[in-house]
C-alpha cells in the first residue's frame, strides 16, 4: 500500500462519505500524448527514399543497442557460484573404474559449460551486433561522402551518426569495464578444453570453434595508436607499434573502418560540428540527450586524429591542424565546463581521459585551456544550486497553475483565431519551460553524485578502524561507502531530497494535466511547421523564381508536397510567382487547424532540407548564405532550433518519465563489478540515506520533505 492517503480515501466528489478500500493503481499509466513513430519510407519523396532507408536502418541499430547496454550492464559472474570441482583418476585405475570417473568427469564439466554457454552465446550476438552496427556507420559515412557534405541527404544521417557514436562509446566503456564475462569465459573453456580431453564427450562446436574470437572481443586492453610519451598511457589503454590500431575494442574497430574512408574527416567535423551546436544552443530535452553529445566531443576528436608514426606524416594531428582550428577551443570548453559526466548509471566518465588514448595528445604539454573551468566546480556546489532550483520551482509552478487554470476556464478550441494561436503558443512554451527546469534538476542531481562517486573521501580522512580494515583487505564495500555515504554532508543529503521532492512533484502536476496539454501542443506543432513551409518558403521560392533556379523550385515544391496542408486539400499554382516582397511575412497563411502534429519522418526530411539549404557550401543555395534575405535565414535558424526538440515534447509521456525517474540513484552495479561481495547492505545506498533523512529528520528548509518518500511515488518505479 503506497500511502494512507491511497487506501482510505472519501468520494467526495460523488457525494459518497464510505470509506474506498481500493488503493490507487500505479501500473496502469494512461498516454494521452501522440507517441511519434520511427522513420518510416515516404513514398512521395522518392529522392530521399535510399537515404530514409539508411537513417531507419541505423535508428533500428540504434534502438537494439540498449538491450545489449542492459545485458554488459547487469552482467555478473556465473562462474563465482559454481564451486571448484576437481576429479582425480587414478594412474593404475581398472578400466572399469576409470570410465565411470570419466563419464563422472564429463556429467560436471559438461553441466557447467551448459550454464555458462547462454553467457557466452550472448557475448556472441554482441560480437555480431557491433560488427553490424560498425559496418553502418562506415557505410553511412562513406555514403555522406559520396553524396557531399552540404546535401540535404548528408544533413539526414549526421544525427543518427552521432546517436550511433555514443551507443557504441557506451558499450565500448562497459565491456572493458566488467570482468565477469572474461571470468564466465575462462570458466568455460577450461569446462571445454577438459571435455576435450575425455573419450567421448562432446561438447557444442558452435562456440568452442570461435574460442580465440570472442577471447580477443572480451580483452579490455585498446590501442588507438603509437606514441612516444610513456605518460599517455592510462590504466584502460595501452599503446604499442607504429601500425595504428590493433585493437579488438569496440570505439578502437570503428575507428579502424572509418579511417578507411576517404574524406571522413569533413564527415566528423560535421558531427563535432553539430554535437557544439545543440550543446551551446540547449537543443535537448533529457539529461542523457546533452550527455550524449558531451560523450561525443572526445571521442570525434579520436576519429579525426590521425597515427603518430614514421609512415603516417601527413596524417592529421587535431590538435594543431586548421580542420579543427575553429572548433577546438569550444570543444575545450566544454570538456573544461563538465570534467565529469555520466556514462550509463554508476559508471562515469572523465572527458579529458578519453583524450589520453589519442595518439597526437601530449599530457606533459596539456595546454592551460584544459583546466577546469570555474563553472564547473560552481555546478557542484550544491547549496547554491539548491537555492536556484528552489526560486525556479516556486516561480514555475505559479505559472503553470495560472495556465491550467486559465484552459479549464477558457477551453481550448480548434480555431485559427490569432488569440487561441497566441494561447497555444504560450502553453508550449511553458511546458518546454518545465521540461528544461525537470532536465537542469537531474543533470544536477547527476553531477553531484557523478562527481562524488569519482572523487571519494581520501582514506586518511576515514577511522582507524576503516583504514585498518582496507589494509587488510577485510572491507569490501568500502569503496563505495567513501564515494557515497561518507563522502555526503547532511547538508547535502537535505538539499539533495529536496531537489528529488520538487523533480517528483513538478512531474507529477504535468502528469496530471497531460491530457489538457496534449491537443494544444500539437496543435501548435502543426501551426508552426506550416507557417514555414506555406509562409517562409514562399519569399524564398520567389527569389529562386527569379534567378532561374528551377532545381531549387523543384525541390522545396516536393518539400511542400510531403509537409504541407493546404487548404481543401488544393495546394495553390505558383503562389511563388505572384507573391511580392511588398506584402512582407505577415500575409495571412491560411492553413486547416489541426490537433495532429507531423510524423518524425516529415519533420527529419524538413529540417534536413533547411539544414542543407542554411548551408554556406551547399548545392542547394543560390551562391551561399548571403543569397538568402536575413529575415529568411533568421526565421529558418529560429525554426530549426525549435524544431530540434519537437518530437520528444510530442512524446510527452516517454519525455517526462526520463526527465523525473531516478534509477541512476539506486544504480551500483559498476561497484558491485569490482568488489568480491553478492550485494552491498542497503544502508549505503543513495535513495536508503535520502529515505532515512527525508523521514527522520525533516527540516524547515523544505516542510514538504516526506513528499520524497516511497508513498508518494519519489522513487516508485527506480
Known amino acids: 500500500i503506497s500511502s494512507v492517503q491511497d487506501c482510505v480515501r472519501l468520494r467526495a466528489d460523488r457525494g459518497d462519505d464510505t470509506a474506498c478500500l481500493q488503493m490507487a493503481s500505479r501500473a496502469i499509466e494512461v498516454d494521452t500524448s501522440a507517441n511519434p513513430q520511427p522513420l518510416a519510407d515516404f513514398a512521395v519523396y522518392r529522392s530521399l527514399g535510399y537515404y530514409l532507408k539508411t537513417a531507419m536502418n541505423l535508428e533500428k541499430i540504434i534502438s537494439n543497442s540498449h538491450e545489449y547496454i542492459t545485458f554488459l550492464y547487469s552482467a555478473r559472474s556465473i562462474a563465482r557460484a559454481i564451486p571448484e570441482m576437481t576429479v582425480t583418476i587414478p594412474e593404475f585405475a581398472p578400466p572399469n573404474e576409470r570410465a565411470e570417473l570419466n563419464e563422472r568427469k564429463a556429467k560436471l564439466f559438461r553441466g557447467v559449460a551448459d550454464i555458462l554457454r547462454p553467457n557466452i552465446l550472448r557475448v556472441k550476438d554482441l560480437m555480431a551486433y557491433v560488427s553490424s552496427a560498425v559496418s553502418a556507420f562506415r557505410d553511412s559515412v562513406q555514403e555522406a561522402v559520396s553524396e557531399g557534405m552540404t546535401s540535404q541527404r548528408a544533413h539526414l544521417l549526421f544525427p543518427m551518426l552521432l546517436r550511433l557514436l555514443d551507443a557504441l562509446v557506451v558499450l565500448d566503456r562497459l565491456k572493458d569495464s566488467r570482468t565477469s564475462l572474461v571470468n564466465d569465459f575462462a570458466a568455460y573453456k577450461h569446462a571445454v578444453a577438459v571435455l576435450a580431453q575425455i573419450p567421448g564427450a562432446s561438447i557444442a562446436s558452435e562456440i568452442s570453434d570461435s574460442h580465440n574470437r570472442v577471447a580477443s572481443f572480451l580483452n579490455p586492453s585498446t590501442v588507438i595508436g603509437s606514441s612516444s610519451s610513456s605518460s599517455s598511457s592510462s590504466s584502460s589503454s595501452s599503446r604499442s607499434g607504429d601500425n595504428g590500431a590493433k585493437s579488438v575494442g569496440i570505439f578502437a574497430t570503428l575507428r579502424k573502418e572509418v579511417k578507411k574512408v576517404v574524406g571522413h574527416e569533413e564527415v566528423c567535423t560535421r558531427m563535432l560540428s553539430l554535437a557544439l551546436d545543440g550543446l551551446e544552443k540547449e537543443l535537448y530535452v533529457t539529461p542523457e540527450g546533452k550527455y550524449a553529445l558531451l560523450r561525443a566531443l572526445p571521442y ?179 569503496p563505495y561507502d567513501r564515494a557515497l555515504r561518507s563522502n555526503l554532508e547532511p547538508t547535502e543529503v537535505a538539499m539533495m531530497v529536496d531537489i528529488v521532492s520538487k523533480i517528483k512533484e513538478t512531474a507529477a502536476q504535468l502528469a496530471r494535466h497531460e491530457a489538457l496539454f496534449a491537443p494544444v501542443v500539437r496543435f501548435h506543432i502543426h501551426c508552426r511547421v506550416q507557417t514555414v513551409v506555406q509562409g517562409d518558403f514562399l519569399p524564398i521560392m520567389h527569389h529562386a523564381d527569379k534567378r532561374k533556379r528551377t532545381d531549387l523550385i523543384a525541390k522545396l515544391v516536393n518539400l511542400r508536397a510531403v509537409v504541407a496542408d493546404w487548404t481543401n486539400d488544393l495546394e495553390p499554382k505558383d503562389d511563388f510567382k505572384v507573391y511580392s516582397s511588398r506584402q512582407g511575412r505577415d500575409f495571412g497563411i491560411e492553413h486547416p487547424a489541426r490537433i495532429v502534429a507531423p510524423t518524425v519522418t516529415q519533420l527529419s526530411i524538413l529540417r534536413s532540407h533547411i539544414h542543407a539549404l542554411l548551408d554556406l557550401d551547399s548545392k542547394v543555395t543560390f551562391s551561399g548564405k548571403t543569397d538568402l534575405d536575413p529575415e529568411d535565414t533568421t526565421a529558418l535558424e529560429q525554426f530549426l532550433a525549435e524544431s530540434a526538440i519537437f518530437s520528444e515534447i510530442l512524446d510527452f509521456a516517454k519525455t517526462l518519465r526520463s526527465v523525473s525517474s531516478l534509477p541512476e540513484l539506486w544504480s551500483r552495479e559498476h561497484f558491485l563489478a569490482h568488489s568480491y561481495v553478492p550485494q552491498f547492505p542497503v544502508e549505503l545506498s543513495l535513495p536508503w540515506i535520502l529515505l532515512s533523512h527525508a523521514i527522520g529528520k525533516p527540516t524547515p528548509m523544505n516542510p514538504q520533505i516526506v513528499a520524497a518518500s516511497p508513498g508518494s511515488g519519489a522513487f516508485q518505479g527506480n
Not at 392 to 409: D, T
Open 300 to 478: 570525434l576528436l579520436l576519429l579525426l586524429d590521425g597515427d603518430k608514426s614514421r609512415t603516417a606524416s601527413k596524417s592529421l594531428n587535431v590538435f594543431r591542424s586548421k580542420v579543427t582550428a575553429s572548433l577546438l577551443p569550444a570543444v575545450q570548453k566544454m570538456l573544461r565546463l563538465y570534467p565529469v559526466i555520466p556514462l550509463f548509471h554508476d559508471l562515469s566518465v572523465v572527458l579529458e581521459e578519453v583524450l589520453w588514448l589519442s595518439p597526437n595528445y601530449e599530457i606533459e604539454s596539456r595546454p592551460t585551456s584544459m583546466r577546469l573551468a570555474p563553472g564547473a566546480l560552481e555546478q557542484m556546489n550544491l547549496p547554491r544550486r539548491w537555492a536556484g532550483i528552489y526560486k525556479q520551482h516556486h516561480h514555475f509552478v505559479n505559472k503553470l497553475a495560472i495556465s491550467v487554470n486559465a484552459l479549464r476556464r477558457e477551453v481550448f478550441v480548434k480555431t485559427m483565431d490569432p488569440h487561441n494561436v497566441d494561447r497555444a503558443t504560450g502553453v508550449y512554451r511553458l511546458l518546454v519551460e518545465g521540461f528544461a527546469l525537470l532536465c537542469e534538476w537531474k543533470a544536477t542531481l547527476l553531477q553531484v553524485v557523478h562527481w562524488k562517486l569519482t572523487h571519494p573521501r581520501p582514506i586518511s580522512a576515514e577511522p582507524e578502524w576503516i583504514q585498518h580494515a582496507l589494509s587488510e583487505g577485510t572491507s569490501s564495500t568500502q
